[in-house]
């Protein structure tokens, strides 16, 4: 009777198994939140490098520039190299160029020089980049352009898909009901990341806001631009991204783009590009120039200034970029209020021209923003291209978790990086 019991149960177990193995919910199960080698369990699409490669030219030794910096360590501070911070962290692609001159490149946690990793949100960037280049060619008329345009089924749903426009989209301001906890397993960005079916999942989206009113930061906005790139240039986001970035901007190696699944080809346009540091570097070179490569205008040089410049009044974010912010530091360190109204007061009486306050959930306490001249393509875990407009300055860094213990954090170790740099 024991044993049949046990039978029973285990047969149980399998069948809940079985069935979780059809739904996105087997693969949240098995896998438990994204990981940097995500494109080994997707389908995925080829971009091809080119066969005209660009390189940048090398400062004589992978460490011509390894400063010291300060890292905490057992709650402690103490100074080592970058080299031997790098060591201890999740960290696999550290990249650091300057006039086009490598001064930095090192890998680490068993990976080179030619391997890929899913670079998540930084893919955001890249399509907004392709939007850019698909407007400048005249497959989309303009941001201005509502959804339906292009994804005519999306009018009979809920009527503000009428109302949604590529702008909307690409300030995160599409008022979409989504949950961007990518670690609970049955919150929509769930299924997005691990479902097989994006287009019925967006179909069956709801509004919160009306388009246009909240910036709220959410994946599903940029899927639905992936999905408008391909349906305006009736080409892959993959052969697309070949075509117009991967090949004229000499890529040294193959890509990839993650998809929901062979039968139904939607690609994750909000964090499916799996690429090499290297070639990310690039992508920062293309803005850095604004927007020419090699002489040629690739992308228009006004999309390239909506994308970089400060936006303050959307929480420092424009065209699926992070354009300028920077906690501001004092001597002391970071500058810290005990409430908004003192943080505000501080700002003007530092006779900051732009800034924003922020709630630190940290410490609880009041945070001031203060614009940089520099922008950001970021991932999840912290995988980040930092580009200096002042100091002409490409920093990639690919890694596997925020590292926030040792580090703090990346975005501000990039932008101390940058600054050091003669």
Not at 174 to 201: A, Q
Not at 355 to 377: D, H, L, M, R, T
């Amino acid at each position: 009777m024991k044993r049949h019991q046990q039978t029973t149960k285990i047969l149980l177990i399998l069948t809940v198994l079985a069935t979780f193995a059809s739904c996105s919910l087997s693969r949240s199960m098995i896998y438990w939140g994204p990981d940097i080698d995500d494109h080994k369990i997707f389908y995925k699409d080829t971009v091809r490098c080119s066969d005209n490669k660009f390189h940048f030219h090398k400062a004589g030794s992978d460490m011509a520039f390894n400063p010291r910096i300060t890292v905490t360590k057992k709650s402690k501070k103490i100074k080592i190299t970058l080299d031997s911070m790098l060591k201890q962290t999740s960290t696999v692609a550290f990249v650091i160029i300057k006039n086009d001159t490598i001064l930095f490149e090192k890998y680490y946690n068993g990976h080179s020089r030619n391997d890929v990793s899913t670079t998540f949100s930084m893919t955001k960037s890249v399509t907004s980049t392709l939007i850019g280049i698909a407007i400048d060619q005249g497959y989309i008329t303009s941001v201005h352009d509502t959804v339906t345009k292009y994804i005519p089924e999306l009018k009979n749903r809920d009527p503000n898909f009428s109302k949604l426009t590529i702008e909307h989209l690409l300030n995160m301001r599409s008022g979409l009901k989504f949950n961007e906890n990518v670690k609970i397993p049955l919150t929509k960005i769930t299924r997005l990341h691990y479902g097989s079916n994006i287009m019925g999942l967006v179909k069956n989206m709801k509004f919160e806001h009306e388009p246009g009113t909240v910036h709220e930061y959410l994946s599903i906005s940029t899927t639905i631009l992936g999905i408008v790139l391909e349906r305006a240039t009736k080409t892959s986001f993959a052969k697309y991204l070949e075509q117009n970035l991967w090949k004229p901007l000499g890529m040294e190696y193959d890509a990839s783009v993650n998809m929901d699944s062979k039968r139904n080809r939607v690609s994750k346009a909000y964090g499916g590009l799996n690429a090499s540091a290297i070639d990310l570097a690039k992508i920062g070179r293309l803005y850095l120039n604004k927007g020419k490569w090699n002489g040629k205008q690739i992308l228009p040089e006004n999309w390239v200034k909506k994308c970089t410049e400060p936006n303050p009044d959307n929480n420092w974010y424009s065209y699926q970029w992070y354009n300028g912010a920077g906690l501001y530091k004092d001597s002391t360190g970071y500058v810290f209020k005990q409430d908004s109204i003192s943080a505000v007061n501080y700002a003007n009486s530092n006779k900051f021209k732009a800034y924003s306050v922020f709630k630190y959930w940290g410490n609880n306490k009041w945070g001031i923003i203060v614009p940089e001249n520099s922008f950001q393509a970021i991932g999840i875990m912290k995988q980040v291209m930092h580009v200096d407009k002042n100091n002409n300055v490409i920093i990639v860094r690919l890694g596997a978790s925020s590292d926030s213990k040792i580090v703090g954090n990346y975005i501000n170790l990039l932008d101390n990086l940058a600054k050091k740099i003669d």
